[in-house]
């Protein structure tokens, strides 16, 4: 077990060398509290990794399908909707508080369904959608 500088237990001051802080924290992103404070810090500084844990709280693939490649894409949405959560609550916003307020996995997949069939992997002209012709007579 680490120490820090006189024997007390790095990361929490005035605890004893026995109560030291659990650095990774066992939480996930959707258990943010779960995680001790330097791991809310990183997390708060590093949005990409912040939504990649998110992602994989949902149950969301990291494979080439198409819904993961769109869900990849949303991690600029995902870091400005945070900074203005933040803005408008900056004394006591965090992520995990944010990721309760953006839907489970089901809202992301309906947001994803209502996008264009290109946008959602499929070639609408082999779903006979394909360019209008005119025939002539």
Do not use: C, H
């Amino acid at each position: 077990m680490g120490v820090g500088v006189g024997g007390v237990g790095y990361g929490n001051p005035g605890n004893s060398n026995t109560n030291v802080w659990n650095w990774a924290g066992s939480g996930s992103i959707s258990d943010y509290g779960g995680l001790a404070p330097v791991g809310q810090n990183i997390l708060e500084q590093n949005i990409p990794t912040a939504f990649a844990r998110y992602k994989a709280s949902l149950g969301v693939k990291d494979d080439s399908s198409p819904f993961a490649r769109w869900m990849n894409q949303q991690v600029n949405r995902y870091a400005t909707g945070y900074g203005n959560y933040t803005a408008s609550n900056p004394l006591t916003a965090n992520l995990g508080d944010y990721n309760a307020t953006l839907g489970g996995y089901d809202a992301w997949m309906r947001e994803f369904l209502r996008q264009a069939p290109q946008i959602r992997g499929l070639d609408p002209s082999s779903r006979g959608g394909g360019p209008a012709r005119w025939v002539s007579r």
